[in-house]
């Protein structure tokens, strides 16, 4: 659910929140798997 509504802010913002939201979602990759 959560992602859908990332993928619609990043649509909206652009380039630069599309960056963010990638970056985000890698962070939250590596708290799920537990690789630093």
């Known amino acids: 659910m959560s992602s859908i509504i ?3 802010r ?3 913002g ?3 929140a ?4 990638g970056e985000l ?3 939250y990759e590596r708290l799920a ?3 630093d």
Request: cysteine-free; hydrophobic content about 40%.
């Open 6 to 8: 990332l993928e619609i």
């Open 10 to 12: 990043a649509d909206e």
């Open 14 to 16: 652009g380039d630069d």
């Open 18 to 21: 599309k960056l963010f939201v």
């Open 25 to 27: 979602a890698q962070a």
């Open 33 to 35: 798997t537990g690789n």
